[in-house]
């Protein structure tokens, strides 16, 4: 799912969409980007550090010019480009924000502006090589998923260090999101591991270039030969797999929010069991590609005080942003919702419960 860059548009076309008649639609939130780069880890082209890309929403300062703005097939809601940060509170909670696979933090803009609008500094990481927010994907990331959670610790470590932003975080009061394999990338930033005897189970078929079942995003890019050689004769992401049970918990990080979550059947119950901080999962029974038996149900059970809620008419697509005009014409697959409840309606149902739990569980000391 490619995801372009920011487009300024006055005329999208946004049928159905009421969010900007709510209050959180009304509330001033800035947008600025980071280009950073994580010098203890390699771009999977080149011998270069690897690209961390941040996109920030957060309290804008009163005044700020809001823009109805565009990325790819996804209409994104109000925003102020590069504002001035609100004068207070004088030190925000932040959220890291994880994407699905293939996707964008912009994909989730209609999560991440709700809670800016309350209060919190959100920071959405672009995964490098498997983000459509870069010129091209790179397939060696879609096997090596735990280079995710290590690049939210990145941003954390930019993030504090930040001349602007640094002074503004409440380091006490750092929370995690995620959706789909962003799911995962929160779990794994909480403690979850992965079971390498489950995962080289699952990687077994692309190995042996029999019925490999790449995610749809890139399917159709590669053949199953491809990915069988390089899964066996690659040195470098024999190496990055090689890391697949290893411990990514940032202990700073102090509560998780898990939408649509994948992986769960192959995590370490161990692992699971051992996350004391809480944790909130939501699945629907309509999504076809996460569907809660194998995801959310496995780790309800094995994480001790983890709250999980199943939605009945949400599809797995249902939880990236309201798509444009464009996204409805060219990108039907992420674009179409089941009947019965419009995409925008479901996001104010979880924007509120995503403010609820923050608001508990991130609360002052």
Request: net charge neutral.
């Amino acid at each position: 799912m490619k995801v372009g860059r920011l487009i300024s548009s006055a005329s999208l076309c946004l049928a159905g969409w009421t969010l900007a008649s709510s209050a959180l639609a009304q509330a001033p939130v800035g947008l600025m980007q980071r280009l950073w780069t994580d010098p203890a880890r390699k771009a999977w082209s080149g011998d270069v550090a690897r690209p961390l890309r941040v996109t920030l929403w957060y309290p804008a300062v009163a005044d700020a010019t809001m823009e109805v703005l565009s990325a790819g097939p996804f209409a994104l809601e109000p925003v102020a480009p590069g504002a001035a940060p609100a004068a207070g509170p004088a030190r925000l909670p932040l959220l890291l924000l994880s994407h699905g696979t293939g996707g964008s933090a912009l994909s989730m803009s209609w999560l991440a502006r709700a809670l800016a609008a309350q209060g919190y500094l959100v920071a959405g990481v672009d995964h490098h090589g498997n983000t459509g927010a870069e010129a091209e994907y790179r397939l060696e990331a879609f096997f090596v998923w735990w280079d995710r959670p290590r690049d939210l610790s990145a941003a954390i470590d930019r993030l504090l260090a930040d001349p602007l932003w640094g002074p503004r975080i409440d380091a006490q009061r750092i929370g995690v999101v995620g959706f789909s394999l962003g799911g995962y990338t929160a779990l794994a930033a909480l403690g979850a591991r992965l079971d390498p005897a489950a995962l080289e189970r699952f990687h077994r078929p692309c190995v042996q270039a029999q019925q490999c079942q790449l995610p749809p995003e890139i399917a159709a890019r590669y053949p199953a030969s491809d990915v069988s050689r390089l899964l066996r004769e690659d040195p470098r992401l024999n190496a990055g797999l090689a890391q697949a049970g290893d411990d990514w918990r940032d202990p700073r990080i102090r509560a998780g929010l898990a939408l649509a979550p994948v992986m769960g059947a192959l995590m370490s119950p161990e692992s699971l069991a051992a996350i004391r901080a809480p944790l909130h999962l939501i699945a629907s029974q309509a999504d076809d590609q996460a569907p809660p038996a194998m995801t959310v149900q496995p780790v309800a059970a094995a994480v001790p005080g983890a709250t999980v809620q199943v939605l009945q008419d949400a599809s797995h697509y249902s939880f990236l942003s309201p798509c444009n005009e464009f996204g409805r014409q060219r990108a039907a697959g992420i674009c179409c919702d089941p009947p019965g409840r419009p995409r925008e309606q479901l996001h104010r149902q979880l924007q509120a419960e995503a403010l609820a739990f923050f608001s508990r569980t991130l609360a002052p000391r």
